[in-house]
């Protein structure tokens, strides 16, 4: 079974940049397609962006199209979410998910 932890969340200015950062643990994700939810109290739990295996394919969602880029580095069996120019609306609890598991997730405000 894969473990996945998140990492990089925190309080950013509207404008500013974060970059998330999963690292699985258990086995390898090189052969998993992987992607990173969001999710606000209340409100259900919504795809932000996914990378096929070789990261060749990435899907996002109109919301954060071309703020927000996925990678990933199979060698260290990690995908990032690089955020710039985030807004208000990108307050959310983000969460990897991959290989059926999720990880615990971690908190992104944005604030001024």
């Known amino acids: 079974q894969v473990q996945l932890i998140e990492s990089g969340g925190g309080l950013v200015q509207p404008g500013g940049s974060l970059r998330l950062s999963c690292v699985a643990s258990?086995?390898?994700?090189?052969?998993?397609?992987m992607a990173w939810y969001r999710q606000i109290p209340g409100k259900e739990r919504e795809l932000v962006s996914s990378?096929?295996?070789?990261?060749?394919?990435?899907y996002y969602a109109d919301s954060v199209k071309g703020r927000f880029t996925i990678s990933r580095d199979n060698a260290k069996n990690s995908v990032y979410l690089q955020m710039n120019d985030v807004n208000f609306e990108d307050t959310a609890v983000y969460f990897c998910?991959?290989?059926?598991?999720w990880g615990p997730g971690t908190q992104v405000t944005v604030s001024s």
């Open positions: 998910e991959g290989a059926r598991s």
């Open positions: 258990g086995r390898t994700i090189s052969n998993e397609v």
């Open positions: 990378i096929s295996q070789t990261g060749t394919i990435t």
